[in-house]
T-cell receptor
């Protein structure tokens, strides 16, 4: 069974810092990997999707990388802002149905 | 702006009662997923469909949970009888096979 781990579980940084969130998975035979953002009491918002054949994806200040062979992905957030405060979830699709296995998330707090 | 909708948004019920949650996927999406989120377990897959056909429901307690897609615009998740341990937020998501999954706002269920 695919296990997804996110480190750290919580992170607090001052505004303006660049930061990296880490995600690891145990089975490298994946179809894709998706990063989500979840605000308290809300649903999940998709940030980036990386297909298994891709190495990275970028959207604005966000950059996600994928190293399938080592079972790792990172989410890089540039010039963090207080509005980036949320929980960030990494999820891996490991079967042809594309159902997602989620990590427990990294809770990010960006202080002014 | 196409979105996944879920009803009800909140549900409080007593143990033993039947609970039905509904989801309207984004028009044109061929895959629909049900996930459950708890503090202890995080996000877990319950069941999913492709082109309305169930692909996998191994994440659900079979004796009390059932998931169906009576038509392309409606997915249902039913719990009968409900138990306090079923208290969680239930999310529906839809997407095209292998592409980004879009999540609904969730149904917050409390079983007393």
């Amino acid at each position: 069974k695919q296990e997804v781990t996110q480190i750290p579980a919580a992170l607090s940084v001052p505004e303006g810092e660049n930061l990296v969130l880490n995600c690891s998975f145990t089975d490298s035979a994946i179809y894709n990997l998706q990063w989500f953002r979840q605000d308290p009491g809300k649903g999940l918002t998709s940030l980036l999707l990386i297909q298994s054949s891709q190495r990275e994806q970028t959207s604005g200040r966000l950059n996600a990388s994928l190293d399938k062979s080592s079972g790792r992905s990172t989410l890089y957030i540039a010039a963090s802002q207080p509005g980036d405060s949320a929980t960030y979830l990494c999820a891996v699709a490991s079967n042809s149905g594309y159902a997602l296995n989620f990590g427990k998330g990294t809770s990010l707090l960006v202080t002014p | 702006d196409a979105r996944v909708t879920q009803t009800p948004r909140d549900k409080v019920t007593e143990m033993g009662q039947e609970v039905t949650m509904r989801c309207q996927p984004i028009l044109g999406h061929n895959t629909v997923f049900w996930y459950r989120q708890t503090m202890m377990q995080g996000l877990e897959l319950l069941a999913y469909f492709r082109n309305r056909a169930p692909l996998d429901d191994s994440g659900m307690p079979k004796d009390r949970f059932s998931a169906e897609m009576p038509d392309a615009t409606l997915a249902t998740l039913k719990i009968q009888p409900s138990e306090p341990r079923d208290s969680a937020v239930y999310f529906c998501a839809s997407g095209l096979s292998g592409e980004t999954q879009y999540f609904g706002p969730g149904t917050r269920l409390l079983v007393l």
